[in-house]
DNA sequence: CTGTGTGCAAACACTTTGCAGGTGT
DNA sequence: ACACCTGCAAAGTGTTTGCACACAG
């Protein structure tokens, strides 16, 4: 139910594919790129109609890109707080949200003005620590 | 005579190609891809040269990739400090080295072990802003 | 002389676009 | 009914790879 009403919420066509890849976001705890999606769908969809999908979301504010050195960019949900810290772990792979962590304490320079922000460490997880 | 220099310091072979590429980063204050040195360089070298070239640069360490979501992976001069902000203007779509300001006051939850950082604001850019 | 760099061509991975037909409102 | 979504095919970027030759050490 909750992707029905997140989309709704979102003025979004309620259209199948988009229940599936939402439910996919929901259920995942990190970042997915087009394929990671295509790969967890029961019933594959076209690769072109997932980007879009994407798209779409990420205008909404569903979700936000985050770009990974050498690799397609994933997305992820968009949660609290808006400035976080995100991981991406060289050994499984994966980017997660580290939504608790809030970054503090720095300033730009003069002149320089704020959109928004994208914070990625690169190390082990703690899954992959072990 | 500074390019060659660093070449040497790295025990690289000091190529014509890579002293011109080297030259080209040592000039410029923002981020480059290998478009942008292709755009800069005087005599046109072959894209497969340039792309072996950044690679080869980052993996002595030389320069340090910085990638950005919807266009080609860019690449900055390596400097100190090690963990610092990259700025990406929305309007000149440069990036550059805000090397001066510093991130501090957050700490990676148990189990997490961090290797390298990429923190990355978007926004406008004081040369943008007037 | 030997190992490494370079150009060329080809291939690959990621992403976007036009169009025709299908679906949600 | 209309607007929007989807699949298909094609094309557009960004990037890597194999090979033969050129060049630095």
Do not use: W
């Not at 909404?60 to 968009?78: D, N, R």
């Amino acid at each position: 139910m909750k992707a029905k009403e997140l989309l709704d919420n979102y003025n979004l066509y309620i259209t199948e594919g988009r229940v599936n890849i939402l439910d996919i976001f929901l259920k995942s705890n990190v970042g997915l790129s087009e394929k990671d999606i295509q790969d967890r769908l029961s019933k594959k969809s076209d690769r072109a109609t997932i980007y879009r999908t994407l798209k779409v979301f990420k205008e909404t504010g569903i979700v936000h890109p985050v770009s990974a050195e050498g690799s397609a960019t994933k997305y992820v949900l968009k949660k609290e707080p808006q400035e976080h810290l995100h991981f991406k772990c060289t050994k499984c792979r994966n980017i997660s949200c580290l939504a608790d962590i809030q970054i503090s304490g720095y300033e730009l320079p003069q002149g320089y003005k704020k959109i928004e922000s994208n914070f990625l460490i690169i190390g082990i997880c703690n899954e992959c620590n072990n």
